[in-house]
């Protein structure tokens, strides 16, 4: 390559690095896979990859000729800029498993996928490849009091999902005669088909009591396809999904995307509305295998499919500890986090549609150096933040409204059990902050006030008082473009 004057981290830089490179350097306690620590370790890493005289990478025809060296010394004195990556087309790509979405569905494979269905669901309710048993890992099963295994809002959350959903479909493929069957995802701009309402997709009755409010012969229920589909376009659930996959950093897309996911349990009706039972209802796994699709589609975007490069998108380089022993362990006897990035090599694929337009990405940061150059946008939104919301005192998933002038601006829902004081994960993160975006002109001069509702066991909302959520405060920001 000739040597580039501008270069940017996650455009050229982090591409410099093969995997390699970074199991040599990781072995010896260096860490060159996030911005933060290539940055910081960056005269160390010019010095030793300098040609003629470079150590470093270790095999010889590997080692960087003067433009990529130049080009990693502009990178340096231009003040080590992130930038912003060229977007890459999502593609199926081939794998052993290959998930459809529900429409794309032929007659023959909804006819596997019921036989699968129905096979788990006719095991005993002990039995580890039955339905009722993997359906209750997710929250309310038959174990121990106050032991959860289910990952919202933590580090873990995508990487759980993704080996929860392997694990279903592994035990759908031990079905006698659907060794072949594989979890479709419902792609959320699609209206769900009919035959979800037919057995044994429409519901699902509990084998045993799983708690006082779910006893035995408890059926499952979610709303129509009809009234989902207004539920997530009120919520402006497809315009938040379109808004993370333009996010180039993990924290950004993270935040974003699990905030879309929270709102849209809710809006699938009853019993997806709060985590004690949603797992249950068999359009959940539909659901969810939508939302680790979308995390894959991602991750082509931001050529981040393998661990080293999922790593070079994060924002922090403190990020990544939850990859490393004995962090990266998932429960129940799930792979480790690390071993869940590379879809790939589990052998796993989604079929995956072709953007209409071109991926705009953009980053944000809590703050800019002063000496940078910056300005307001021309059509300028607010950053609001509710802090401070102590979840463990509402009982349930909640929806938090902002009001300018009495009237609703903004939404967000957050997921949740109504038992969060028994739930482990709960109790690691009591206080928890929701961020909105508004446009100014609708905050300016207005009386800008949040409101709590909270979804009972029904999926009904009632509005809960802000005051028994704590303390909670309301902090506004004018967002700045570099």
């Known amino acids: 390559m000739a040597a580039v004057k501008n270069p940017t981290y996650m455009r050229h830089i982090r591409h410099f690095f093969e995997a390699e490179d970074h199991d040599c350097m990781f072995s010896r306690g260096k860490d060159y896979t996030t911005y933060d620590s290539l940055k910081n370790s960056s005269v160390e890493v010019y010095s030793i990859t300098r040609p003629p005289n470079a150590t470093m990478p270790k095999p010889a025809a590997r080692r960087w000729d003067e433009d990529k060296s130049q080009t990693f010394l502009n990178w340096i004195t231009n003040g080590h800029p992130r930038g912003e990556p060229k977007p890459k087309k999502p593609s199926t790509g081939s794998a052993a498993r290959v998930r459809k979405s529900l429409s794309e569905l032929s007659d023959d494979e909804i006819k596997l996928i019921t036989k699968a269905f129905e096979g788990m669901m006719k095991l005993d309710a002990d039995d580890p490849n039955g339905y009722f048993s993997i359906a209750g890992i997710h929250w309310f099963p038959n174990r121990a009091p106050n032991e959860a295994f289910c990952q919202h809002h933590t580090d873990h959350y995508h990487m759980w999902h993704r080996a929860y959903l392997l694990q279903f479909e592994d035990a759908m493929r031990a079905v006698p005669d659907c060794e072949n069957v594989t979890l479709p995802y419902w792609d959320f701009s699609e209206k769900l088909p009919s035959w979800i309402n037919k057995k044994p ?36 659930i497809l315009d938040t999904i379109e808004d993370a996959l333009t996010k180039s950093s993990w924290e950004d897309f993270n935040d974003t995307i699990e905030g879309a996911h929270d709102s849209a349990h809710p809006a699938c009706g009853e019993s997806l509305a709060h985590p004690d039972i949603a797992s249950f209802d068999p359009l959940f796994w539909f659901f969810h295998a939508n939302w680790d699709r979308l995390w894959w589609r991602w991750q082509q975007i931001m050529q981040a499919k393998t661990l080293w490069t999922f790593r070079s998108t994060f924002a922090e380089s403190s990020t990544g500890a939850f990859f490393t022993a004995p962090l990266n362990r998932m429960r129940p006897n799930f792979m480790t986090a690390d071993r869940t990035i590379d879809l790939n090599a589990l052998g796993v694929t989604y079929t995956q549609p072709i953007a209409p337009e071109p991926i705009v990405l953009a980053s944000s940061f809590g703050s800019l150096l002063a000496a940078s150059n910056f300005k307001a946008a021309k059509s300028p939104t607010m950053s609001v933040r509710v802090r401070d919301i102590n979840r463990l ?4 998933s909640f929806r938090i409204e902002l009001l300018a002038d009495g009237k609703q601006v903004a939404e967000r829902c957050f997921f949740q059990s109504t038992e969060p004081n028994n739930c482990p994960t709960c109790l690691k993160k009591a206080h928890v902050n929701l961020d909105f975006k508004v446009p100014i002109k609708k905050l300016l001069g207005a009386k800008i006030e949040a409101k709590i509702y909270v979804f009972d066991r029904k999926g009904k909302a009632r509005q809960f008082p802000l005051s028994s959520a704590g303390s909670p405060t309301i902090n506004a920001r004018l967002p700045l473009e570099k």
């Not at 708690?211 to 499952?220: L, M, V």
């Not at 589909?229 to 919520?235: M, P, R, V």
């Not at 005192?393 to 349930?396: H, L, R, T, Y």
């Open 201 to 236: 997709f429409k519901t699902y009755k509990l084998q045993e009591e799983v708690h006082r409010d779910y006893p035995k012969n408890h059926a499952t229920k979610h709303s129509t396809p009809t009234q989902i589909a207004a539920n997530f376009k009120s919520a402006g």
């Open 393 to 396: 005192a509402i009982p349930g």
